[in-house]
């Protein structure tokens, strides 16, 4: 019995003090209390749930970066998703609205021009986008697909308005307001900003002219203008598809004589197509001092010039 | 398996290998705490809270001293801070003792467990310092320079401070009726 050992051992030394003899240890050993069962079970399930913690810690930042990313990815996804049904709608109802024709109070405001259209609303604080739209059986028999609104469709949408395209009943409502012209009739519309014929007799004057190739079967296209993602830019200057690029200027050069002149636009415009270039308003004036000098005209196609300037350039031989 | 090999495995953060390597240690750990705070509760809450300890801090062992020295070590600052917040000394939770129960007479043989218990009790009644010097020397078994290590005293000071620990706790037997021969 150890503990008896002990207390005969402690019983045995008067003073502790002075005592020189040694008391082993442990002695006492049998004083060690049991552990209670549950205690490593209670033990090793802190270190689990410590060690979930630590990997918590660890890879926790890296998982959530890991959503947030792909959350964004499925964001932009839907989003680009929806601005194309947007689209979509937005062409069907033109389409419904082109075939259907133009309400009374959209004919006072229509202007008409060619291949193109441009709608503004000075009452909407939203600038409505450009959009062409055209009616395919309209568009057959008179080549003119374009309107013009001009802030007056108080409580309009602006959808609609825009989407108003030309019909053979247009010819009606055009008489109000604005004339609507058909190359059948071969009438010229009246705009408030007034419209300048082509070399087609069409050529509209808006901030966003959509020039119309001599291809009919585009022209019978119901919706030339392609929506950006962003509408806003397709308001601000929407570059048709394919061949049908709106220009501000015309200017008809020789390759041979006008090198200086062609070198420079391919210096300092952007090429957005075949004979497309866009210039920035200080290097389209420097352009226009060289086309002075040496005599080239421009044929103008929409003097409404914001930061840039889109120039098409007819080259001779 | 040597406990060098676990103490290495539990490094690279083997939960196997610690569960190996607390499991002979939570005795001692659980000992040295219950008679610390004199309280099973608490003694159990503090051995788990050590067990993490010993979890978070294995790689910072340098082995420099026995890997036991360092568990108790870190098991005594548990319960000293344990003691600090408590600040009011600990009530002895009596479910060893009942001293209502004892009526020693010492020309008898007491029995083992009646013994056991007077000193578990009478321990029970030392200072927290004296207490912790009974625990490692005549409970635990440990040596001199070992309790040292623990305490961070030196060893001359761990004798000093083991024999006023005994001469405490024989009065304290005195007063519970034990003597000599029994």
Known sequence: MGE???????????????????????????????????????????????????????????AAAACIIIA??????????????????????????ASSGSTPEEKNTAKVYDNGMKTEDTNAKEAP????????????????????????????????????????????QAE???????NEDKSQAET???????????????QDIAKSNEDKSQAKTQSIAKSNDDVNQVKARSLTKSNSIAYNFEIKLSNEKNKDIIEFIEKNGEKLDENFYKLSVNNFNVLDEMLKKQGIEKITSCENIEKEVIIKINLKE | MEERKLIERCRKND??????????????IYNLCFY??????????LTQETAIKIYKSISKFKGDSKFSTWVYRIAYNTCLDFIKRKKDELPYDDMIVNENNINYRMDNVIESKETKAIIKKCIMQLNSDYRTVIILRDISGLSYKEISD??????????SRINRARQALKNELIKNGIARGC
């Open chain 1, 4 to 62: 008896k050992e002990y207390i005969d051992k402690m019983f045995s030394v008067d003073d502790f003090e002075k005592n020189e003899e040694e008391i082993e240890g442990g002695l006492l050993d049998n004083l060690i209390e049991e552990v209670p069962e549950s205690l490593h079970e209670s033990i090793m399930k802190k270190i689990d749930k410590h060690k979930n913690r630590l990997n918590f810690k660890i890879y926790g930042p890296i």
């Open chain 2, 36 to 45: 610390m705070v004199k309280n099973k509760e608490d003694a159990f809450d």
């Open chain 1, 72 to 97: 964004i990815s499925f964001q932009n996804k839907v989003f680009v998703k929806s601005t194309k049904i947007e689209s979509k709608d937005e062409a069907k109802s033109e389409r419904k609205l």
């Open chain 2, 15 to 28: 939960r196997d290998a610690f569960e190996t390597l607390i499991l002979s240690y939570e005795k001692k």
């Open chain 1, 192 to 206: 408030r900003d007034s419209t300048k014929s082509n070399e087609d007799k069409s050529q509209a004057e808006t």
């Open chain 2, 150 to 159: 623990i305490l961070q005293i030196e060893i001359g000071t761990v004798k």
């Open chain 1, 176 to 182: 109000a307001q604005s004339l609507a012209k058909s």
């Open chain 1, 129 to 172: 986008s450009t959009e062409l739209a055209k009616n395919m059986s309209n568009v057959e028999k008179s080549k003119l697909s374009g309107f013009e609104f001009n802030g007056s469709n108080e409580g309009k949408n602006p959808v609609e308005t825009r989407g108003v395209t030309k019909s053979n009943e247009d010819k009606d």
